[in-house]
């Protein structure tokens, strides 16, 4: 099924949900039907129905975005934990996590699915020596996923975007998009999210809505808050898509709380997220 522009969706890890029937009736109460599910990697983020798991989401009558992976061993204890931890930037994990991606790969198209989404770990600037072999790593993802039909969306916070932009045009592969998280470069410190906007414009593939506030200084976390009450400007961002031209679904992220503070939270974010679209 087709998914409107701008159609107000949820990750599903953020309700903490381990299965099908669980994730359908969260997004019943909050009444919507996009998704972008968890690929459920048996060691990261598992579901019930294990490999069963493509033809129950098939069946359960929502619409899915796409799908993410996140990686066994990221550690986001602190920024620099996961700098060390986090996806391809570690030389010593990366063939283990080439797997772990072919895997979901094939877990993409079960599901039905062209888009894959993930965090390619922190992106070594162009003077460093590192680069070189990290930019190869993610040549190898780009033609895995060209090889299966999949296009991979980097989420954006890591790194600044200029950083990004500079790295996507090194690439030059055309099935290597962005999964575009404003509040994570609040979260990390990194730039202003309207700002960098026009620059990540035209590789935009899927969006993360959630709000935060900056850290008091570099080498810890910001704040993530409830949509609207931080300095994401999420108002402002959503008319900010619209005048780009993004296509995609909003897809409310939450990550912190009980499993009943994110489900109050994400349904404050989806009666927010209306007020937006109507007022954009």
């Known amino acids: 099924m087709a998914i409107e522009p701008l159609a107000i969706g949820v990750c599903s890890w953020s309700l903490q949900v381990k299965n099908v029937p669980e994730l359908k009736g969260l997004m019943d109460r909050l009444g919507i039907d996009v998704v972008q599910i968890a690929c459920g990697d048996p060691h990261h983020a598992s579901w019930d129905e294990g490999d069963n798991l493509p033809a129950a989401a098939k069946a359960a009558g929502f619409r899915m975005s796409g799908c993410m992976l996140g990686f066994p061993g990221e550690d986001y204890t602190s ?10 930037g570690d030389p010593a994990t990366r063939p283990e996590r080439l797997e772990r991606f ?12 062209t888009d894959l989404m993930l965090h390619a770990g922190f992106l070594p600037e162009p003077n460093d020596p590192a680069r070189k072999p990290f930019l190869d790593t993610l040549t190898r993802v ?21 950083l990004l932009r500079r790295t996507l045009d090194d690439l030059k592969c055309p099935n290597l998009k962005v999964n575009f998280d404003p509040a994570n470069m609040l979260l990390y410190n990194k730039d202003e999210p309207l700002k960098v906007l026009d620059l990540l414009a035209p590789d935009i593939r899927s969006v993360h809505v959630k709000d935060a506030n900056r850290p008091p200084r570099d080498g810890v976390w910001g704040d993530e808050v409830p949509l609207g009450r931080g300095q994401t400007n999420t108002k402002d961002f959503v008319k900010a898509l619209k005048r780009i031209g993004y296509r995609g679904a909003l897809c409310i992220e939450r990550e912190v709380g009980t499993q009943q503070e994110r489900f109050q ?6 009666r927010f997220l209306r007020e937006c679209l109507a007022e954009a």
């Open 265 to 270: 939270d994400i349904e404050h974010g989806v």
């Open 142 to 162: 780009a033609d895995l996923a060209k090889a299966a039909g999949v296009i991979v969306a980097f989420e954006t916070g890591q790194e600044s975007a200029t």
């Open 79 to 88: 920024p620099a934990t996961i700098e060390k931890t986090g996806g391809f």
């Open 102 to 113: 072919q895997w979901a790969l094939a877990r993409t198209k079960e599901l039905g699915l």
